[in-house]
């Protein structure tokens, strides 16, 4: 049970904004959402009622769909609504420092309760919206703390998933350099299963020149 009435309150107001936004056309832009999933995936999390992630899981669904539809009509990265690490800032989206919180996170977290398979949903955010965004700093930076916060899950749970996009990672890695050398280095071990190390090797071997050539196309 939630205690105090204005948890009550509080989940219901960000169920009907969530809820408003899934509806609107224009929901990408709009500085609210970002704050709505948050709260609400806190609120699923501390509480662990069951009852509050059913109500919240169509609508995360929904947006979820909406987002990945809105890829190809927009400029706006849908990356991090995705991902959404919150103490980062993004194109039109407002920033709202503190917590971990995620429409992908929610799939993962209580995938079980609303008997929800992520890896679809995984797999679709790799190929129609990581595939597109790896170049952005940001939402590079929210993949791999992401990848990094859910390394159990992936490997007890989705073990070929990563292996499977290692091309793109690597990419991820070679266009943005340094800066997320630590990150990356804690990801790679996933990459590496039975069917992706020959594949994986040659890549390896060429990583140095690759990344020279995606710095002279800058």
């Avoid at 990459?191 to 995606?214: A, H, K, N």
Wanted: charge should be neutral.
């Amino acid at each position: 049970m939630m205690a105090g009435e204005d948890k009550f309150k509080q989940f219901d107001f960000h169920l009907r904004s969530l809820s408003s936004s899934a509806r609107d056309s224009n929901f990408v832009s709009d500085p609210s959402l970002l704050n709505s999933v948050k709260s609400l995936c806190d609120l699923c999390r501390s509480e662990k009622s069951e009852d509050l992630i059913a109500r919240v899981y169509p609508h995360l669904n929904r947006i979820f769909q909406r987002c990945l539809s809105s890829i190809s009509q927009s400029q706006t990265s849908n990356g991090l609504l995705l991902l959404l690490d919150f103490n980062f800032f993004c194109t039109s989206f407002i920033c709202v420092e503190g917590g971990y919180g995620a429409i992908l996170q929610f799939f993962l977290d209580f995938g079980d309760v609303v008997l929800h398979d992520a890896d679809p949903n995984l797999r679709t955010f790799f190929k129609s919206c990581l595939s597109r965004e790896f170049a952005d700093p940001v939402v590079a930076e929210a993949t791999l703390d992401f990848l990094n916060a859910n390394k159990k899950k992936f490997s007890s749970s989705f073990p070929t998933l990563l292996p499977q996009f290692f091309p793109l990672l690597l990419k991820l890695i070679a266009w943005n350099g340094e800066k997320l050398e630590k990150a990356f280095r804690r990801v790679f071990p996933g990459l590496i299963s039975q069917g992706s190390f020959l594949p994986l090797f040659p890549s390896i071997v060429d990583f140095p020149s690759e990344c020279v050539t995606l710095c002279l196309s800058c």
